[in-house]
């Protein structure tokens, strides 16, 4: 399995890239440690600044475009335990405090946009409707750092050994049926939908801290501390 890659040569952040997304028009949201969130064109073009926040982003997602709902907003996870629900020009619309045990590190909306899920560092994962309200919570163990909803439910639970060490961030995309993970191991890597790896990366220089497909699962983006590879 051969992938064609290119590294955005323009560094807009300061910081290092903690979370990334795709748009439905195919531009890339990124969220640094320097409290900015910017948009990219394909190509790498800096579309600008979308907004800054007062808090450390750990994890972005743009909710999906299905029949007549807009898909006009997104949701970033953050170190003081909050989501927010933005709008596509940056105003945040909704804070929800989901923990005060700890940061919220992952979440995920659902494929028709309609449930979010977010998990932390108390060990919980949470379900939440798409404006926000808490609809319910499963416990875990331990600290849970990426999260992702299945296109199914119902389908038996795969478990495989994919790094060397934490999984820092995972995505699954339902039209190729593929899922990419990355890691403190430094390495992506691409499996098909039975946990059969089917690409691995170099070794980079940095951690992976962030990855998503694109919506139409041709492309996926994979962001670092000074690093946005497409």
């Not at 949201?29 to 800054?52: A, F, H, L, P, Q």
């Not at 907003?73 to 700890?102: H, L, P, W, Y």
């Not at 499963?138 to 299945?150: E, F, W």
Request: proline letters at 3%; a neutral charge.
């Amino acid at each position: 399995m051969r992938f064609q890659h290119a590294q955005a040569t323009v560094n807009q952040h300061t910081e290092i890239v903690t979370a990334c997304c795709w748009t439905p028009e195919n531009d890339v949201i990124t969220c640094s440690d320097d409290n900015t969130i910017v948009r990219w064109r394909m190509d790498g073009e800096v579309v600008g600044k979308v907004t800054s926040v007062d808090t450390f982003v750990t994890s972005v997602d743009w909710v999906p475009s299905v029949g007549k709902q807009s898909a006009d907003m997104f949701v970033i996870a953050c170190t003081d335990g909050t989501f927010r629900i933005m709008s596509k020009n940056g105003r945040e619309e909704k804070k929800v405090q989901a923990s005060d045990a700890g940061a919220i590190i992952s979440l995920k909306w659902n494929y028709d946009g309609t449930a979010l899920v977010t998990a932390g560092e108390d060990g919980s994962v949470k379900v939440y409707s798409r404006s926000g309200n808490l609809r319910s919570t499963l416990a875990n163990t331990g600290i849970i750092y990426p999260v992702m909803l299945p296109a199914r439910v119902g389908r038996k639970d795969i478990q495989w050994k994919a790094h060397d060490g934490p999984i820092l961030c995972i995505d699954w995309n339902p039209i190729n049926n593929r899922v990419i993970s990355g890691g403190e191991d430094r390495v992506f890597r691409v499996w098909d939908g039975f946990g059969r790896q089917l690409y691995q990366s170099p070794v980079c220089e940095h951690v992976i801290t962030s990855i998503a497909w694109s919506p139409k699962g041709d492309m996926f983006a994979v962001g670092a501390f000074n690093m946005l590879r497409l």
